[in-house]
């Protein structure tokens, strides 16, 4: 998926009185829950809905074809249709009691899941009880799809982070990678001042008033906007606050830079105006096109907090899973489902080199494909290493409103940024989102 979608797909959101007003409507009772076991129908046309030809859309397809290839009766339609119009979608159908309309299959962004299932109960199939191995899944992008205990997601793409660094540029301010595996954030603060002094750029970059980075380093930690009750957890919440201490830190010597678009924030690495590009993995797309930097980067692992016990070198930002309609072919979709995504490292060895697209499964991690060296970044198997990444990620809690208390804190620490007491910014982010979860 081209990176600037990737970005808009992960803000997308519903007003709040029209998600309140789609939880409360009823569609037609849907089907038993799908379970381990059930009779699989050897016939049929599978639909699905996801977005990106060349990202989701292919590897939903290839999907297809391995399936078809072992049950020649059952194909897969895909229909190209982007995340913005799913999400509208299945607030119309919820809304007029259509469920029937939906496909069978469709791809919902990480972190609008658990929004979707509790607004929308009835448009998911429970998958709890099917034999797929969801124990073969980091638990942090299992919970993603869960709600209430319950699956209703087959994880997909991956948005474990990733640090990507300039080895070229560090070597010149007399550091290594091995300098940056598994630091502190103070201790980056410290070396990237000294690139910043020697080459005369920063370590790292992010779009102004955007809370990527702030939601990584949080879930870092194992921390969430949102308690386990659904409470939002914003002005009381130590480890934000250390968080927006460190963000303002970064901004304020230098080491980070702020940019104004995602266009801005792409070319700052590809033009080689700053030294990393710390991510979620999908954006080593994006880094990869800067054609002329072949084999001068790497990738490491991102910093972690201090003074929490909790805290990681491990985060995720972005992905996706795959839903399957309660209304729809439920047994074959989740049949389809556990023999590709969910059982198949042909397939992820067929879609990995040709569009990026990077597993959660973990087995895929250990075919030969994943464990190639890759010539843009030093020669290294950095794919294997992603997966092993992931396997470290702490959950983090999403919710119904996980959007609007991203934008909340996003707001609070560009007032920060202007000088407005800490305690004061989130207080107010607080109330604000407080106030919309009425």
Known sequence: MASLSRRTLMQAALPIGLLASAGCSRTRQKSEPPRAGDAV????????????????????????????????????????????????????????NEADRLPDVFLVQNNAFQKNVTNYPELFADLTETDIAFDEYPDSVVNYSTVEGRRYGVSFDSGTVVNPMRIDLLDKAGLGLDDFADITWPEYLEMGKQVKATVGKPLLSGMAGETDLVMMMLQSAGASLFDDQGNAQISNNDVLASVVKTYQELVASGVMVEVNSWDQYIGSFVNGSVASALNGAWILGSVQTAKDQKGLWDITTMPRLTGFKEATNYSANGGSSWAVSAHGQTSLAVDLLKETFAGSTKLYDTILPSSGALANWIPAGTSAVYR??????????????IVEYSTKVPSNTTGVFYYEARDAVGAAIAKVLRGVPLAKALGEAQKNVEFAMK
């Not at 990106?52 to 391995?66: R, T």
């Not at 059952?74 to 913005?84: F, Q, R, Y």
């Not at 190639?372 to 290493?385: L, V, W």
């Open 41 to 96: 129908p050897d016939t049929g046309t599978l639909r699905a809905w996801c977005w990106d030809p060349a990202f989701n859309i292919y590897a939903m397809k290839e999907a297809g074809k391995l399936y078809t290839a072992q049950h020649p009766k059952v194909s897969v339609a895909v229909t190209e249709t982007p995340w913005d119009d799913i999400q509208t979608k299945l607030t119309t159908l919820a809304l007029s």
């Open 372 to 385: 190639e060296a890759q010539p843009f970044f030093n020669n290294q198997p950095i794919y294997s290493r």
